[in-house]
C-alpha cells in the first residue's frame, strides 16, 4: 500500500531508443517554470518509430511507502498516462465533494494483447481516501499500519464521526402459559 501525495506530480518527457531510455527531462506538474517544449528536446534519432522510439511524454507520482519512504512512479506509455488521468479524475472528483482527497492505493500489473502482442499495463487501485491531517499523523506516530490509517485511526477527534446508536430493541414480555 502506499500514500499518494498529488503535490509530488511530475510531469515530463523519456527519449527511447534501443529499448531503453536515453534521455529524460522532467519538472513539478505545479511549477512549469522547469518545462522543455517538444521543440527544444534533442534530437537522438534516427529513431525506428514501430519501435516505440523518440520522445514520449512522461508522467509521475509520489508515494509514500508503509515504511515512511517517499518514492517516486513514473509512466511513459498510452496505458501508463491513462491511468494517471484516471486517478488524477479521481482526486478532483473528491475535492470537488468536499471528501478525503489523499489516495491510498495498491499497485500491480495486467496484461492485455494489443495488435497480437502481449503487453502489460499498470493498475493503481485505490483503497481508501484519507486526508492530509491524518497522513500526517500517521507519520508522526511511531507504530501504526496502513491498515490503522484505512480504518480511520488516525483522525482528528473533532472528524471522527459519532457511531449512530442502534434504536433499543423492544423488550419482549414474557408469556406464561396456563397450567
Given amino acids: 500500500l502506499f500514500v499518494v ?9 523519456t527519449c527511447w531508443k534501443g529499448g531503453r531510455p536515453v534521455a529524460k527531462h522532467e519538472w513539478s506538474a505545479y511549477d512549469l517554470s522547469g518545462a522543455v517544449r517538444p521543440a527544444d528536446l534533442q534530437d ?3 529513431y525506428n518509430e ?5 520522445w514520449k511524454p512522461l508522467r509521475g507520482i509520489g508515494l509514500l511507502s508503509e515504511d515512511g519512504k517517499m518514492v517516486k512512479f513514473t509512466l511513459n506509455s498510452v496505458s501508463g498516462l491513462n ?4 486517478l488524477n479524475t479521481d482526486i478532483a472528483d473528491q475535492l470537488a465533494a468536499g471528501d478525503p482527497s489523499i489516495p491510498v492505493v495498491c499497485l500491480s500489473v495486467e496484461e492485455f494483447t494489443a495488435q497480437g502482442q502481449v503487453n502489460s499495463k499498470p493498475v493503481i487501485s485505490v483503497q481508501g481516501w484519507v486526508t492530509r491531517d491524518e497522513v500526517s499523523a500517521y507519520m508522526a506516530a511511531e507504530v501504526g499500519s496502513m491498515d490503522d490509517l484505512l480504518e480511520g485511526k488516525y483522525a482528528p477527534a473533532d472528524q471522527l464521526e459519532a457511531p ?11 408469556r406464561h402459559r396456563a397450567a
Fill in 164 to 174: 449512530e446508536e442502534e434504536p433499543e430493541a423492544p423488550k419482549k414480555r414474557r
Fill in 44 to 46: 537522438h534519432g534516427p
Fill in 83 to 86: 491511468v494517471f488521468a484516471d
Fill in 50 to 54: 514501430n519501435a516505440g522510439e523518440g
Fill in 5 to 13: 501525495e498529488p503535490f509530488a506530480a511530475v510531469e515530463g518527457w
